[in-house]
């Protein structure tokens, strides 16, 4: 646990364009206990700001300020929680400059261009799925649509809540079996890319919420995603799990970091059983793998 470390981070800082490492103490932003590889690249003008986290496709960047200020990401205006804390995510494509606003409750404003790196993404090929999961009826895709209505309200929500603050933890230990943004051909016809990270273990296996959260979306069987569970950690993050075998929470229920919500299955577009779990910032799909580090060694 982080929690009771004292770090001391190196950050590169820009002041009237001459660059020097500026070094914070980061007592309460240990308690995020992002992979620490991911505190490699933070660049920030701004000295008020604190930034945890990566500037790249698929991440996202917690940040500090004081309460009182309002920030903006492109048009969005990003929530500030009481304490002083926002978050900002990057998609899958994510252009390489976007620009954040800032302004002070005294009036003055500040802009500046978050620099954000390019990821290369792989092409996974997926053959024997049964064709009407790649190819659906009219009538098919008129229920992806009312379900993706849903899943799209699930993660459009803003909730004051800073869960995201706990850090996070794999839902399930296993053999990675399919990774964030890759290029999806299946059954030889080129898909939309793969928005998570797959993990394949025996149906049955409990899933675990990697943060605490509000479950805000529970669905026995949908098309694509079968058993699904969506859990927001608030400020726009979500969290979804899908294919579940089993589901053991309700809409509207609060979960802490750890408990047992689900279990992995097939259901849905599946070849095996695995837990597919994907983030997203809003409509920004997010990389889960970014946020925990390393899977732990399979017992
Ligand atoms: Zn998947």
């Not at 993404?121 to 064709?131: A, M, N, T, V, W």
């Not at 080129?190 to 509000?214: E, I, L, Q, S």
Request: glycine share 12%.
């Amino acid at each position: 646990m982080l929690s009771n470390i004292k770090v001391k981070l190196c950050f590169l800082s820009s002041v009237n364009g001459t660059s020097m490492y500026h070094y914070c103490e980061l007592g309460v932003l240990a308690r995020v206990s992002l992979c620490l590889s991911l505190f490699l690249s933070v660049a920030k003008a701004d000295p008020s700001i604190e930034f945890t986290g990566d500037f790249i496709q698929g991440g996202i960047v917690i940040g500090r300020v004081q309460p009182d200020v309002k920030i903006h990401l492109g048009e969005r205006q990003v929530r500030v929680s009481p304490d002083g804390w926002f978050v900002l995510g990057f998609g899958r494509d994510e252009k390489p400059n976007v620009v954040l606003n800032v302004e002070y409750a005294d009036g003055t404003k500040h802009q500046e261009t978050l620099n954000v790196k390019a990821r290369r993404y792989e092409i996974q090929r997926i053959d024997g799925l049964p064709p009407r999961k790649v190819t659906p009826s009219a009538e098919d895709l008129e229920r992806i649509k009312q379900e993706n209505a849903l899943i799209g309200a699930a993660r459009n929500r803003d909730e004051p809540r800073t869960d995201f603050l706990s850090g996070f933890d794999w839902p399930v230990i296993g053999r990675i079996s399919g990774i964030f943004g890759s290029q999806r051909v299946l059954n030889g016809i080129p898909k939309r890319p793969h928005f998570g990270v797959d993990v394949a273990a025996p149906t049955g296996t409990p899933v675990k919420a990697p943060a605490p959260g509000k479950v805000t979306l529970v669905h026995k069987d949908m098309f694509y995603t079968g058993g699904t569970i969506n859990l927001d950690h608030g400020h726009g993050l979500t969290s979804i799990f899908i294919h579940l075998s089993d589901i053991f929470v309700t809409e509207g229920q609060y979960v802490e970091k750890g408990s047992v919500i689900g279990s992995v299955g097939a259901t849905g577009r599946a070849t095996g059983p695995h837990l597919h779990w994907g983030m997203n910032w809003f409509k920004a799909r997010i990389d889960p793998a970014l946020l925990v580090g390393n899977m732990p060694d399979q017992q």
